[in-house]
């Protein structure tokens, strides 16, 4: 099964206390567990990186990319055609762009599911969207 992660999922991973940290770090774990393969895009990357270089963070700059190197995390590219889905996706569900993006990266790459912990995007029927539980 190979499934893509929102951004905030791997934000809440890494960078973040308290309930939702512990959410994100039990799926990844049980995910991990099930052999589960764990997409993301460089988008994924960009949006996870700008606060800790925003903050001169280092170290939780490293972290952010330690994750993202993982032999175990697969990057799925974004060619044009990623592009023209997310237009469709924006255009008929009313998503933010990079929300957009994101879907159709997920859905281009032939992922099982998406992760996230955004509730608006399970109203999205292109793809199986899970809520972070």
């Keep these: 099964?190979?499934?893509y992660l929102d951004s905030l999922v791997i934000i809440y991973f890494l960078d973040h206390d308290g309930h939702f940290q512990i959410r994100a770090a039990n799926w990844i774990a049980e995910a991990s567990a099930a052999g589960i393969v764990l997409a993301v895009s460089d988008l994924t990357r960009f949006?996870?990186?700008?606060k800790p270089i925003r903050n001169k963070d280092s170290a939780r700059l490293a972290d952010f990319d330690g994750f993202f190197a993982q032999p175990d995390i697969q990057l799925v590219s974004l060619p044009a055609v990623v592009f023209d889905?997310?237009?469709?996706i924006r255009a008929d569900f009313g998503f933010h762009a990079a929300d957009s993006i994101h879907l159709a990266a997920a859905i281009e790459a032939r992922c099982?599911?998406?992760?996230?912990?955004d509730v608006r995007l399970s109203r999205f029927t292109g793809i199986n969207v899970e809520i972070l539980p």
Excluded: I, P, Y
């Excluded at 949006?47 to 700008?50: D, K, L, M, S």
């Excluded at 889905?85 to 469709?88: C, L, Q, V």
């Design 112 to 117: 099982d599911q998406f992760l996230t912990n």
């Design 1 to 3: 099964m190979l499934v």
């Design 85 to 88: 889905r997310a237009a469709e």
């Design 47 to 50: 949006e996870c990186r700008v």
